[in-house]
């Protein structure tokens, strides 16, 4: 059993660049990381109509089921496997198969309002907000959106003017104050090698730990 040694927020607004954080600063690691984006943690909204789900406000924190990510968060921190939900922004909803889940020396909680909740900061080693120039953000967001997940540039527009934005101002950006350290300009790579080593000596001491433990009774 593997009881997670490290865990590591990234918050940032959207198109910030966390996922190429959370990928770059442990990719020396292999194995030894599990991610879990908050995003899979939108409340289940199977009991409306697309039309209905495609214009919830999913930048507002009351769109996420944060009950769900506690749990499953501590569950994982006790060295347990979770049934993690899976999203799909094209349909605007919940996969229905969820991800088995199990737990790794890294765990990286990542997503816009990873740094919001005041017990999930609680379990969180590290508290990283990744900070980018909104316009190079909406230009990723477009980019994404428009090439990934369907949609139209109207839309994505409209989107960001009347959600995306004031949330981020309201919400997201105050939720850097929780950060241990800001990441300025998204992944720069003085930042990701700094935090790269360091989570490389925190996977690394854990293994020296479980090396160097004594056993039998005289290690008292
Ligand atoms: O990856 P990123 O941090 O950008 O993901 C969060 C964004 O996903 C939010 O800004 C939210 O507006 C968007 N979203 C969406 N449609 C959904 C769920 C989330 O556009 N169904």
């Given at each position: 059993m593997t009881i997670p040694s490290f865990v590591i927020g990234i918050a940032g607004g959207t198109g910030a660049g966390k996922t190429t954080v959370a990928r770059l600063i442990t990719e020396n690691v292999g194995e030894a990381v599990t991610r879990i984006p908050?995003?899979?943690?939108?409340?289940?909204?199977?009991?409306?109509?697309l039309e209905e789900r495609a214009s919830i406000?999913?930048?507002?924190?009351?769109?996420?089921?944060w009950d769900l990510l506690r749990d499953q968060l501590s569950t994982l921190l006790e060295g347990q496997s979770i049934e993690m939900p899976v999203y799909d922004f094209e349909i605007h909803n919940r996969k229905e198969d969820p991800k088995t889940v199990e737990p790794t020396d890294v765990v990286i909680v990542e997503g816009?309002?990873?740094?919001?909740?005041e017990d999930i900061n609680e379990m969180l080693d590290l508290r990283l907000y990744v900070e980018t120039d909104a316009d190079v953000r909406i230009l990723r967001r477009i980019q994404r959106d428009v090439?990934?997940?369907?949609?139209?540039l109207e839309g994505v527009i409209d989107q960001y003017l009347s959600t995306v934005k004031p949330m981020h101002e309201q919400f997201i950006e105050p939720?850097?104050?929780?950060?241990d350290l800001i990441i300025p300009e998204g992944a720069n790579s003085v930042a990701v090698n700094l935090l790269e080593e360091k989570v490389q000596a925190e996977v690394g001491s854990d293994a020296m730990r479980d090396w160097e433990r004594p056993s039998g009774p005289s290690a008292e």
């Amino acid at each position: 059993m593997t009881i997670p040694s490290f865990v590591i927020g990234i918050a940032g607004g959207t198109g910030a660049g966390k996922t190429t954080v959370a990928r770059l600063i442990t990719e020396n690691v292999g194995e030894a990381v599990t991610r879990i984006p908050i995003d899979n943690y939108y409340e289940d909204l199977s009991h409306l109509e697309l039309e209905e789900r495609a214009s919830i406000n999913y930048d507002h924190p009351s769109a996420f089921e944060w009950d769900l990510l506690r749990d499953q968060l501590s569950t994982l921190l006790e060295g347990q496997s979770i049934e993690m939900p899976v999203y799909d922004f094209e349909i605007h909803n919940r996969k229905e198969d969820p991800k088995t889940v199990e737990p790794t020396d890294v765990v990286i909680v990542e997503g816009i309002l990873a740094l919001y909740d005041e017990d999930i900061n609680e379990m969180l080693d590290l508290r990283l907000y990744v900070e980018t120039d909104a316009d190079v953000r909406i230009l990723r967001r477009i980019q994404r959106d428009v090439i990934e997940r369907g949609r139209d540039l109207e839309g994505v527009i409209d989107q960001y003017l009347s959600t995306v934005k004031p949330m981020h101002e309201q919400f997201i950006e105050p939720s850097k104050k929780h950060a241990d350290l800001i990441i300025p300009e998204g992944a720069n790579s003085v930042a990701v090698n700094l935090l790269e080593e360091k989570v490389q000596a925190e996977v690394g001491s854990d293994a020296m730990r479980d090396w160097e433990r004594p056993s039998g009774p005289s290690a008292e």
